[in-house]
Every structure is written in C-alpha cells, then in structure tokens.
C-alpha cells in the first residue's frame, strides 16, 4: 500500500504542478508541452485506480492526436509574442469578469459534486452500473457501451460529425485558376494521346500545330 | 526490503532486455546499410571488424567524442530533452513484447493499446526538436512530421482493431495465441501491406522520409543536432523501427510462434522466431529504402487519407459482418 501512495502522489503532485504551469508560464509552446504533462500524468492515475483501458486511450486521444493538433496550431500562429501583448495591455481588464463568473460556475459545480459524493454515497451509487469485477475494464466497457448506452454514444458520434463538417465547411474554399493532378487521367493515358511519330521529308521540315 | 528484491529482480529483467536491444539497434544499422548497398551494387560498410559488423560501433565512439553544440538562440532545455524524448519512448515500448509465453517484462491487459499509444507519443520528440532548434528547416520538417505521423496513426490503429475483432483480447499474448492455427497474415493480407506502408510512414523512413528530406530540408528536424544528441536521434529511430517490425510480427506473424508445429521447429525457443519474423520484417523495409523513389507531400496525405483510411474500415465492416455471419466472434 506503501508504494501505491508514493507513486499516487508523485503523480498527482506532477499533475497539479503542470496544471498549474500551464496558465502561467510565459511561452504558449511550453503551456502546451505542459499541458502534455498533466494529461500523462492523469493518465498514470487512471491507471492506478485500475482504469486502464481509460488511461491508455486517453494517451492515444489526447496526448497522442489532440494535443499535437494543439502544438501544431501555436507553434504556427506563433502566439508566444501576441500573449505578452495582451497581457501588457489595459483592454485586457475586461476579460476578467467573464473568467470569474466562469471559474466560479466550475467551482461551484465542484463543490455540489464531490459533496454529495461525501455526504449522500447513494445518491451517486443509484446511478451507477452493476459490473462484475472478475472481468477486464475494456470487456465491462463493451459490454454497457453497445448496449445500454448505444444511443448517447452514437448521439455524441453525431456531434463529432458535426463539428468536423462544420470545420471543414468553415475553411473550404473552392479557388479558381488551380491545377490539379488527376490520377484516373495521368494512369489512363494512352500512348496515342502523347506521342505522334512523323515521317520529316529531308531538307523540308515539318510544321507544328501550335 | 520487500520493495528492495522487487526492485532489483525488475532491474535486472529490465537491463537483461535493454542491452540487447540497444546491441542489436547498432547491428541493425548496419544491416540496413549493407542491404542498401547491395542493392546498388556496392559494398557498403566492409572495413571495422568482420563483415563490417563493428562499423556501428566505431560509429558510437566517433559521436561520443565529438563536441556537442547548442545553438545560442535555440529553446534549451526543450532542444536537449528532444532526442532524450525519441530515445526513451522508442525503449519503454519493448516492455510489452512477448518473447515466448511467459517471457514478456510487463503481461499487461492493454498491451495493444499501450504499444499503439507510445508509439503515438513518439512525434513529440520530432516536433520538440523542430521546434527547439528555432531554425527554418528543423521546423518545416517537424511541422511536415506531425501532420505525417498523426495521419497514419490512424490507419494503423483502424487495422489494430481488425486483428482485435479476431481475437477478442487486448493482450499481446493472447493475440499470438490466437494465431496457434492460423497466422493472421491469410486472412488480413490486404491489412497487413497496409500496415507495413504506414509503419515506414510512421517511422520516417523512405519513401516517406519527408521530415528529412535532404534534398529539400538538409536534414529536417536533426539539422541543428550534433554529436551525441544526433546519435540519440538516430538510435531512437531505428529502435522504433524494430519495434514497428515486432508489431508486425506479433499482429500478423504469429509473434513467437513457429510457423510449423513439428518436432524439428517446435523445440526451438520462441524468442529466435521472434526475432528470425523481425528480421525479415526489417529487410523488407530496408529493401523499400533502396528501391522505391521518395514520395511528393501532397501524395502522401492523399494516400493516407483517401486510400488507407477508406480501405481499412471497409475491411473492419467485413471482417465484422464475417465474423457474426459465420458466428465465429471470439467469447471470453
């Protein structure tokens, strides 16, 4: 048990301190490589708690595609130098109402979930499944995802469409004047179309077309 | 004291595992180069040692001896974390390679998914490197990079969940153990030429060495490197490319099966299967890297997106609806 809190609290103290890093570091690059971080080491605790399943994807998802998506965006947008701006400049007060009221929604949804959690168990353990525990955490997953929850999951799939079509209708743009390379028409080529054997009549020449 | 003897016992096993991974990463560098050569018609390293087999080595020395330079207006502690990144990622991954059934350092539920997941990360060594280095090409080869290796993850983690529906288990072992009978590269043949194209995109290797491309990016995200933290780079790269060809061969190969079960081949361990499968892995795609041109970037997107993508879910729908026609899902 010993080792198993050691190990807790290394992760959670890493966790804790890059969440923390990632609002106040200077360089948006490093918040994101922070940001890394946190997720890895959320990820190691969800693996302690025997979440394993979740801890891996949430590697795969998050640090493996989603966050080099993020770095991706900064590192292009180059934001390093923008960010000292805002910061610098008086207009920047009035981000500050919109932050408190937000932060304290989150604060305040918080506290009604980990106090009903503390003081009224059943509350939270009504809503939960009856899952044998002899069987691995991604069977236990299969066996709900698919069958109970099919329509949230496929819903929540819905919505992830959306948002991709949605993005890709955003950025399309259709340009006129570009060339594009068509395979179909490149492969079927035929020799006739290209090449054209002439016989030249010495000391005469021969005239092109264009 | 308990603590102490799981401690070193888990030390040994795991220095027992590393060394001769790092070992056989030098004498694969050789390999490639001597293949690559041969079929130039060339002799390739043939100098150090027998064979040239010792030409690695000399290598090693050479970088260790040479002086390593930070560029003064590189990000710095990111720039020396970058090779030390691709490096232990690359190493961490093998804990999970079964070498027989019960030579494996960490039997873990979600070997799979675990594999699929650091090899993911690998791409932050690249772009910290690219991005640290505050150079031109370092950074358009990072850039190029992270586009490259988020695009075939996906196909190659569409073609995991095809082995997956056959087996039914997460578990590296298990998943050999289901090839006891049939090895998975019949039935998956079209997945497992996909998934040989999109571990040597994964992997940056030709033909889809766009990151660095030195025709175009000098070096890509190594230019700024010297010395030792090249040499990490470079050992980093071809650790993942083993262990790309160990994926392969525990996913379609039967891993450390052999490939018949008769008196003769069944005594041999599994572990010399394993590696004869990654060998043969390994020459295919040093084979690759001599003969076929590198691609153009707008090429390679499309193959991953318009070609692998489609191909492989196609597959998933087929394998699935086989599967449940013929009542043959796996239960467990």
Known sequence: MLAHAIFFYIFSLIAIVSAIMVTVSKNTVHSVFFLILDFISISCLFIMIGAEFLGMIMLIIYVGAVAVLFLFVVMMLNVAQQKNQWFSARESSKHIPVGLIISTIIFFELIIVIGGWKYKPDLVSSMSLNIDSSISNTHAIGYVLYTDYIHIFQLSGMILLVAMIGAIVLTFRQRSGVKRQSYFSQISRERSDGVELIDVPSNKGVKSDD | ?332
């Open chain 2, 1 to 332: 004291m308990e603590y102490l003897s799981i401690i070193f016992s888990e030390t040994y096993k795991i220095l027992f595992l590393l060394v001769p991974v790092l070992i056989s990463v030098a004498m694969i560098v050789w390999l490639d180069r001597r293949i690559w050569a041969f079929v130039q018609k060339r002799q390739g390293p043939n100098v150090v040692g027998p064979f040239g087999l010792l030409q690695s080595l000399a290598d090693a020395l050479k970088y260790m001896f040479k002086e390593v330079i930070i560029p003064s207006s590189s990000n710095k502690v990111i720039f020396i974390l970058a090779p030390i990144v691709t490096m232990t990622l690359a190493l961490i991954s093998w804990a999970v390679i079964p070498f027989s059934a019960t030579q494996v350092l960490a039997d873990i539920n979600v070997g799979i998914l675990y594999l699929f997941a650091v090899s993911s990360l690998g791409v932050y060594g690249i772009i910290m490197g690219g991005w640290a280095s505050n150079s031109k090409y370092p950074f358009l080869g990072a850039i190029r990079s992270a586009a490259q290796m988020v695009s075939y993850e996906v196909s190659i983690g569409v073609i995991i969940i095809n082995v997956l529906l056959c087996v039914g288990s997460l578990n590296l072992n298990d998943i050999v153990m289901a090839q006891e009978s049939l090895w998975f590269v019949i039935p998956l043949f079209p997945m497992f030429v996909i998934f040989f194209i999109s571990a040597l995109a994964e992997t940056n290797r030709p033909p889809f060495d766009l990151p660095e491309a030195e025709a175009e990016l000098v070096a890509g995200y190594q230019t700024e490197y010297s010395g030792m933290m090249y040499a990490m780079f470079w050992l980093g790269e071809y650790a993942n490319i083993l262990l790309m060809c160990a994926m392969g061969s525990v996913l379609f190969l039967g891993g450390w099966l052999s490939p018949i079960d008769l008196f003769p081949f069944n005594v041999i361990p599994g572990a010399i299967w394993l590696i004869l499968k990654i060998l043969f892995l390994f020459i295919l795609f040093a084979l690759v890297k001599a003969i076929v041109p590198r691609y153009r970037y707008d090429q390679l997107m499309r193959l991953g997106w318009k070609i692998f993508l489609p191909l492989s879910l196609t597959w998933v729908v087929l394998t699935a609806s086989f599967l449940f026609y013929f009542n043959l899902l796996p239960t467990n």
